[in-house]
């Protein structure tokens, strides 16, 4: 396969991803947006309860 064929088929699936795509709405944005916030805290206590860990036993 050469650059021009992979380029074209890039080019291909690009369209069909966007083709079929769409624009959550505000329930969805909302849902997605909580969902992100508490991943993201999750890995912050993570984060912390390990650099609390190792100042407790002083590493």
């Known amino acids: 396969m050469n650059v021009q064929e992979r380029f074209d088929k890039t080019i291909k699936d690009c369209k069909r991803v966007l083709k079929v795509s769409r624009k959550p709405d505000k329930q969805e944005y909302l849902e997605f947006s909580k969902i992100v916030a508490i991943g993201i805290a999750i ?13 407790l036993i002083g590493l």
């Open 43 to 55: 890995i912050g206590v993570v984060g912390f309860i390990i650099v609390l860990i190792g100042e």
